[in-house]
Structures are given as structure tokens and as C-alpha cells.
């Protein structure tokens, strides 16, 4: 199996940096980000990204199109460019299984070309969870935390990272960074991956399921007076909704530039009052409503029309991140709790 030292790390940025952009997360003040890689730059030991990957995908601004006017004529411009090669170093299993979700709202007819445009172009290089957090639950969706199915695995152990491509993308991306690795036995690997899993099995969340969930639940669930008594003390703040790797809820604004319009769209919330908003009002008209919508679709609408697949990974950002501590986990224990008593 492909080996590469803690002391070839740097050799390996610097290398792929010459192929593609890379980028890495980083610490700030604020958590851990991904930033573009320069010589020097420390890579953060933090489990998760305050803000997941997609935003490499799907970015949380980005214009559409832009209208110049002159008298009554008007110019439409198209600002989409070929995007740039680059990676994504270190994400983890349950942000990888997330843009599989994804690709399911964007790649599906008709495609969003401003989506695929940066998805073909990046490479997605996978890191195995060695230090999962007590909000992790990704095993609840068959996610395997030491096996992320990025383009390109790596795995932490024996004082380096093993390597394994999984697509063809994957392949090319290593062989382009041409002899800096090594051959090992993966008998290291397998230790530290069987060690995460082990980890895995004794954390809180690790008999978390989704029984009282699925595709079949809609009528039975849309009523549950539960709903209320969940929703009672959010206070509608998206901040679960903008640190989660799955949504995909966007608005979109024209802007007036003064020389002309510019229309853009930006990430939204189906927990903000003014969701979906249309002429005659809102469609929703309650906290409760809103609530029940979120978390509906993570659990009842998005495997109903995905095969059985739901709309949350388990990465436990909105676990860690709501300010009152009200989350699809205790959501999902309320109904599997009351299931299991009926």
C-alpha cells in the first residue's frame, strides 16, 4: 500500500500544488477552515471544518448572471468560467458521503451547470477519522469513519498516512505526484481503522437510530402533535441549517449595481420566517412549521424520493453548533423512544 511520512507531507503539498490548487484546513479564531496551501502552512488536527466542504460546490454566494442597460437595450452576461483544478485535503467520511446527497439535487435533470462545472474539477482526498467527537453518530447512517470513499483515502498511522485511490480521478491524482511514496504493508492501516471503529461503537451517540423515520412515515408523522413540544424553544437562528454539509435551501436576489443588475444566490434557511415567501405570504406560518420542515425532509421526504437514502450524514456540527441545544438527534430520540413504547 502507498506510504507517505509525516516528513514528506509538505513535499507531497508542494508537489500536488504544481498540478492543482490545494486546499487544506487550517485553524482560525474561529475553528478550522479550508484555505488555499502555502509553503508553511499548519494543517488542523480539528475533526470538522466549522463549515463543511460544500461550499466548494456549492458555495454560500456566487453570481448567476448579470444585466447591463443602456436605454431599452440590455445585456446579458453570462459570468460562469471554467473552473479550476484543485483539491480538497483531509475531509471526512461523513462530508464525503454528503456530496453523494448532493448530487443528488444537483447533477439530477436539469443539471446545475454552476454546481458540476466545480465538481468535475475537484478532487476530494479523504482523511479516516482517528479522534471522533462525542456528537459524531455517522454510524447511524452506515457511514464508516476510517473508510470516507473520497477520490483518494488516507489513512493516519505508523508515523504516516496511507494511501488509497478509489476513482479513477483518485488514481491519476496520485501518479501525477509521481515517486515521494513508498510501499508498506497495510497491516498499520487496518489497525488504526479497526481502532476508530472501536471508538465509534462506545460514543454516546452509538445506539442512535432512525426507527420512527423513513420514506413510508409522511402521513403518519406531518401531524404529530410532538412537533410543538420539539420545536417550543428554537429560535428559528438557520445557525444548524448553515453549518450542515447536506442543505441545500437557496434564495436568489438581483442586485442593482448601479450600472446595471446583478443576480446572485445565496445559502437560505427553512427555519427563517421569510423562507419561500411568496406574493400572497408564507406558506408557513409558525416556528413549529418550519421546524417540522427541516427535519422532515432530513428524515421522511429525502429518503422517499432517494431510495430509502436520508438527508443527514451525522457529523454532529448541529449538535455542537445550536444555541439551545435542540437538534435532529433529539429529534430522532423522541420518536424512536415513543415508537418503542407503542
Known amino acids: 500500500m502507498l506510504y507517505l511520512s509525516n516528513d514528506k507531507l509538505e513535499l507531497f503539498f508542494e508537489k500536488a500544488s504544481e498540478k492543482l490548487n490545494v486546499y487544506v484546513p487550517v485553524d482560525t479564531g474561529k475553528g478550522a477552515s479550508y484555505k488555499k496551501w502555502e509553503k508553511g502552512c499548519e494543517v488542523s488536527k480539528a475533526l470538522h471544518t466549522v463549515r463543511s466542504a460544500k461550499d466548494f460546490f456549492f458555495p454560500q454566494t456566487e453570481n448567476l448572471v448579470e444585466f447591463k442597460m443602456d436605454g431599452k437595450k440590455i445585456e446579458i452576461i453570462d459570468p460562469r468560467r471554467e473552473t479550476e483544478d484543485y483539491a480538497v485535503f483531509g475531509v ?23 454546481y458540476k462545472n466545480r465538481r468535475d474539477h475537484g478532487v476530494i482526498i479523504g482523511l479516516s477519522c482517528s479522534r471522533p467527537s462525542e456528537t459524531c453518530f455517522c454510524t447511524t447512517f452506515g457511514i464508516d469513519a476510517a473508510a470516507p470513499m473520497a477520490d483518494v483515502d488516507l489513512t493516519e498511522a505508523d508515523g504516516g498516512y496511507f494511501f488509497k485511490a478509489n476513482t479513477e480521478k483518485g488514481s491519476a491524482f496520485v501518479a501525477s505526484l509521481g515517486d515521494i ?8 492501516a487496518e489497525e488504526a481503522k479497526e481502532a476508530t471503529r472501536e471508538i465509534m461503537k462506545k460514543l454516546p451517540l452509538a445506539n442512535l437510530t432512525t426507527e420512527g423515520f423513513g420514506a413510508d412515515k409522511l402521513e403518519e408523522m406531518f401531524g404529530d402533535a410532538r412537533w410543538a413540544e420539539l420545536s417550543e424553544a428554537c429560535l428559528g437562528c438557520g445557525t444548524c441549517t448553515f453549518v450542515c454539509p447536506t442543505c441545500q435551501c437557496y434564495d436568489i436576489r438581483d442586485y442593482d449595481t448601479g450600472h446595471g443588475v446583478q443576480r446572485y444566490r445565496c445559502w437560505d434557511s427553512c427555519m427563517y420566517s421569510d423562507f419561500t415567501k411568496m406574493a400572497h405570504g408564507n406558506p408557513r406560518l409558525t416556528q413549529k412549521e418550519r421546524f417540522r420542515q427541516r427535519f422532515m425532509h432530513k428524515l421522511v421526504y429525502f429518503p422517499a424520493n432517494n431510495d430509502g437514502e436520508f438527508g443527514c450524514v451525522g457529523c454532529g456540527r448541529c449538535v455542537a453548533s445550536c444555541p439551545i441545544n435542540m437538534n435532529i438527534v433529539k429529534v430522532m430520540k423522541k420518536f424512536a423512544t415513543e415508537a418503542d413504547n407503542d
Open 92 to 114: 471526512r467520511a461523513c462530508d464525503v458521503r454528503s456530496f453523494g446527497i448532493l448530487d443528488k439535487v444537483f447533477l439530477s435533470e436539469p443539471v446545475d451547470s454552476y
Open 181 to 188: 511514496f513508498e510501499e508498506r504493508d497495510e497491516a498499520k
